[in-house]
């Protein structure tokens, strides 16, 4: 009965790379980021997806907040949906630091915040943990999705593809 709970709880903390809901917002993401409007579709994903991957979605959700700020006219509005998705997406990384999808989304956003928000000091950590951990990737959606964006930013080249 030990092994099993023990099973069950490695089984819980493992990354859910699998899930319909976590693909279901890694589209919403995507087409928002594209589009950039209809970010409610993504809080309707992430809050669709339930708890499946807690600190991926914890990440896309500080996510939504960043590109909600784009939408705002309101300086001090556009800084505070800004900070509090900075809060959330620096809080899913102290939880799952080694996670290359939510070091992709702190890249992602730290390459496009503006510059005088001060928040780009920790792209190269991030470059290093999403690289490192792309050879060994199971999930090819997400490997396809990070390979695309780093060469896209020209961060590796089409010859280094893995």
Same mark, same amino acid.
């Given at each position: 009965?030990?092994?099993?709970?023990?099973?069950? &709880?490695?089984?819980?903390?493992?990354?859910?790379?699998?899930?319909? /809901?976590?693909? #279901?917002?890694?589209? +919403?993401?995507?087409?928002?980021?594209?589009?950039?409007?209809?970010?409610?579709? &993504?809080? #309707?994903?992430?809050?669709? $997806?339930? %708890? #499946?991957?807690? %600190?991926? &979605?914890?990440?896309?959700? /500080?996510?939504?907040?960043?590109? =909600?700020?784009?939408?705002?006219?309101?300086?001090?509005?556009?800084?505070?949906?800004?900070? *509090?998705?900075?809060?959330?997406?620096?809080? +899913?990384?102290?939880?799952? /630091?080694? !996670? $290359?999808?939510?070091?992709?989304?702190?890249?992602?956003? =730290?390459? %496009?915040?503006? @510059?005088?928000?001060?928040? !780009?000091? %920790?792209? #190269?950590?991030?470059?290093?943990?999403?690289?490192?951990?792309?050879? @060994?990737? *199971?999930? !090819?959606? &997400?490997?396809?999705?990070?390979?695309?964006?780093?060469? /896209?930013?020209?961060?590796?080249?089409? !010859? @280094?593809? =893995?």
């Amino acid at each position: 009965m030990r092994y099993v709970l023990i099973i069950a &709880l490695m089984l819980t903390q493992m990354n859910c790379f699998a899930c319909p /809901g976590l693909q #279901e917002v890694r589209d +919403a993401f995507y087409s928002v980021s594209e589009e950039k409007a209809a970010s409610d579709k &993504l809080l #309707e994903a992430i809050v669709a $997806a339930g %708890n #499946e991957a807690p %600190n991926v &979605l914890l990440a896309y959700k /500080g996510m939504y907040h960043m590109l =909600q700020a784009r939408e705002l006219v309101n300086p001090y509005s556009k800084w505070a949906s800004f900070r *509090k998705g900075r809060i959330l997406l620096d809080r +899913a990384i102290d939880r799952d /630091g080694d !996670n $290359a999808e939510i070091r992709l989304l702190r890249l992602s956003a =730290q390459m %496009n915040a503006p @510059s005088f928000l001060g928040y !780009n000091n %920790n792209m #190269e950590a991030d470059k290093r943990v999403i690289l490192n951990a792309l050879s @060994s990737m *199971k999930d !090819n959606d &997400l490997k396809r999705r990070i390979t695309s964006f780093m060469m /896209g930013q020209g961060l590796i080249a089409e !010859n @280094s593809k =893995q």
